[in-house]
């Protein structure tokens, strides 16, 4: 098999877009943070989808940035680091949801379900330890990363600039969480998966530069060299 740049960025296009639509999907019909105890199957579930949409996620924007990483330069590149660093804390918070919480239920209780309000932007009745520092990170992450690097993918303008500027301000608006009541938290995650789709749609319609595509030369019937004057 013929690995190429293009065939690879159409994959992370694939990627970025499906983890898109499963970041979506899930937020339908989710259970509040208290219903843990009572719906840990589905919990676990739904955990297990978000632990894929963050792996998907990771490979998306990889391949969005390598793919105008000249254009959208130091902001770019700032943005998405943190960004990833983000998405890699959401990686690990997502698998200790799905594999350690549940294990914890029966034992510590008053614990898992300190995770489970932190990590839906409350504040926990007692300490979860360096959780906390994780979740920091994740959210910390998430919104800044999210804002540098759409506001550097608009100003490059290479990909769909309606998806960029729709990451930047979607992932902004998630720090108006700690605020608000728990009722927004999936409605406000729903315009990040939507410009995640956009952005790997983007890119897989418009997976290479032009300069770079692979060019044959042209010969013009009728053409006559001429001789070389000294």
Not at 106 to 113: E, H, I, L, R, T
Not at 167 to 184: D, G, N, W
Not at 196 to 212: E, F, I, T, V
Request: aromatic fraction near 6%.
């Amino acid at each position: 098999m013929n690995v190429t740049s293009t065939g690879l960025a159409r994959a992370a296009g694939a990627a970025a877009a499906t983890a898109g639509a499963i970041f979506v999907a899930v937020q339908v019909n989710h259970p509040a943070g208290s219903a843990f105890d009572t719906e840990t199957s589905e919990w676990v579930a739904r955990s297990a989808a978000k632990t894929v949409m963050a792996v998907l996620a990771l490979a998306g924007i990889t391949g969005i940035w390598l793919r105008q990483h000249r254009q959208v330069g130091l902001l770019g590149l700032v943005g998405y680091v943190v960004f990833a660093v983000g998405y890699l804390a959401m990686l690990c918070v997502q698998v200790i949801a799905a594999t350690v919480l549940p294990t914890l239920l029966d034992s510590d209780p008053g614990y898992v379900m300190d995770v489970v309000h932190a990590a839906e932007g409350g504040a926990p009745a007692g300490d979860i330890g360096a959780m906390q520092v994780v979740l920091n990170v994740s959210g910390a992450g998430y919104i800044l990363g999210g804002l540098l690097f759409g506001v550097a993918l608009f100003r490059a303008g290479v990909l769909a600039r309606w998806a960029a500027a729709l990451l930047a301000a979607s992932t902004v608006a998630t720090a108006t969480l700690a605020v608000l009541p728990e009722a927004f938290n999936r409605p406000l995650a729903v315009p990040a998966g939507l410009a995640l789709m956009g952005l790997g749609a983007s890119l897989w319609r418009n997976p290479a530069d032009a300069a770079s595509r692979d060019s044959r030369p042209t010969e013009h019937a009728g053409a006559v060299a001429e001789p070389a004057v000294r």
